[in-house]
């Protein structure tokens, strides 16, 4: 169930890369006598506000990370990540209407970013009573595979919802299918072992042990050290390489459906499709890297540290090399090529830094990852907004 609310969340997230596409994309009307005439997009928005409008989402993510972790703390990562999602869901349903008025579909993304700013903290929240130290990144990387599955879904299906029906049934489509995962979730999912009554003594027994804690409240009542956490070394290297990796990941988040279009000419289908092969790559490779660091974990080949040290070289090392072959490629197959590399290969970075919290701090893993997205949350705002002024006019 957390693999497909990520699936959700990212669903949310990304279809706006399309539907800008088909918004702001001439539009053809046939005349009576045959004649097939050029009516212009339906939104002329310049480069510049489409990069306010797209980079709109994260204003309002960077604002509840931490407050994701702390809420995931004090009441349960169930009731903070099903809300998050299901009020990002209900938004979409209505932005067709809103999107007349380029003020009010920024102030709409922007509350979609707000409640879904929870996400990522409440789950880290969650997985800190779920999961097993020595299963950790094989569970966390699989249910955040979601996350890039939903990528991959969401640009060509947003792409094929918009030339069949137009670009408001994205919005539409991906809104309802939010909110049927949202009651499907409140149905089947549980905040900690204990509260499941379906989990047997025998595998509740072994989560606790595995975990060192007795109790649910136990858990709950150690206060947060601030001072600590703010001035720790390791968490600052998380932050760090949190927005390392995000630069990229929501530079073509954003950025790729549309440079497709410009720069290569393919058509909305097409550039669709392709834009969701890095993210197809990356939803392979984080579990594979996830189960590939429990593996070397288990067998004592690395220390933890080691283990996680090496697979943010290996993802920001493969990510340099791909990216700027980019920048020399001859036909835009080498391009997509290279683009897929560097996005699916990062994995290996995102399950160094993303599973770190719970080896230093499970009790306060929540509220680390929400600090850490807090300023991972950065380049979603800047990076959109710095490309529409870099490329102020379409090629």
Do not use: H
Not at 315 to 321: H, K, L, P, R, T
């Amino acid at each position: 169930m957390t693999f497909f609310g990520f699936f959700n969340a990212y669903t949310l997230r990304g279809n706006l890369s399309i539907a800008i596409v088909a918004m702001t994309s001439d539009r053809n009307e046939t005349l009576k006598n045959g004649t097939v005439i050029n009516i212009g997009p339906e939104f002329k928005w310049s480069n510049e506000i489409q990069g306010y409008i797209l980079s709109s989402f994260f204003y309002g993510y960077i604002t509840t990370q931490l407050l994701g972790g702390y809420f995931a703390k004090k009441y349960g990562g169930k009731i903070i990540f099903g809300t998050g999602i299901a009020v990002t869901a209900a938004a979409t349903l209505i932005t067709p209407w809103l999107a007349n008025n380029v003020y009010l579909l920024i102030c709409v993304r922007v509350i979609e970013g707000i409640f879904e700013g929870v996400t990522y903290p409440s789950v880290a929240g969650l997985w800190s009573k779920w999961a097993p130290p020595l299963e950790r990144s094989g569970l966390m990387m699989f249910a955040s595979a979601g996350s890039y599955f939903g990528t991959v879904i969401a640009l060509p299906l947003s792409a094929l919802l918009a030339e069949a029906f137009g670009w408001r049934s994205i919005f539409l489509f991906f809104g309802a299918v939010g909110l049927f995962w949202y009651a499907c979730w409140l149905y089947i999912v549980t905040s900690s072992p204990d509260q499941d009554s379906k989990i047997s003594e025998e595998e509740l027994k072994y989560i606790q042990i595995s975990l060192e804690i007795n109790t649910k409240e136990e858990f709950e009542k150690v206060p947060v050290p601030w001072k600590s956490i703010a001035s720790s070394k390791a968490v600052l290297a998380i932050c760090m390489s949190n927005i390392c990796e995000n630069w990229g990941f929501y530079t073509f988040l954003t950025q790729l459906p549309k440079y497709l279009k410009d720069i290569y000419s393919f058509d909305l289908g097409t550039s669709g499709f392709l834009s969701g092969l890095p993210y197809l790559a990356m939803g392979i490779f984080v579990p594979v890297a996830g189960q590939l660091a429990d593996f070397v974990l288990t067998k004592g080949y690395l220390t933890v540290t080691q283990c996680r040290k090496t697979w943010t070289f290996v993802g920001f090392s493969a990510q340099f090399v791909f990216l700027l072959a980019v920048a020399f490629a001859s036909s835009e197959i080498v391009t997509v090529i290279c683009l897929t590399f560097a996005v699916g290969i990062g994995a290996f970075a995102f399950v160094g830094y993303y599973v770190n919290p719970l080896d230093i701090a499970p009790q306060y893993a929540s509220i680390i990852v929400g600090i850490s997205n807090t300023f991972g949350t950065l380049p979603g705002i800047i990076s959109p907004i710095l490309s529409g002024y870099i490329v102020s006019d379409n090629p």
